[in-house]
């Protein structure tokens, strides 16, 4: 993995804040403040990508709605692919939750 070259106690420490996030709300209010807006529209952006690829969408279809660049989608692409299984694991977790709540 690409974030073991990170991996130490200030990315523990960073992890174990989001993880003690409780609420959407806790969630704005923690990335208002560590993150510039810039850096959390990438985010969602690149999470936007990856449900859209996984609804089988086209590169053009995914460049328009979400306006992210072929290159982001490209890598979003080749993360679902090839990567460690994280966009899979969050898009199965929220979309099971999603059917629940329907």
Known sequence: MQIDKLRGEQLDQLF?????LETREECYRFFDDIATMSEI?????RLQVAR????G???TAIAEESSASTTTISRVKRCLTYGNDGYRMVLDRTNQKNERSE
Do not use: C, G, P, R
């Open 16 to 20: 174990d804040a989001i993880l003690s």
């Open 41 to 45: 529209q990438s985010l969602a952006q």
């Open 52 to 55: 859209m690829l996984d609804e």
């Open 57 to 59: 969408q086209t590169y």
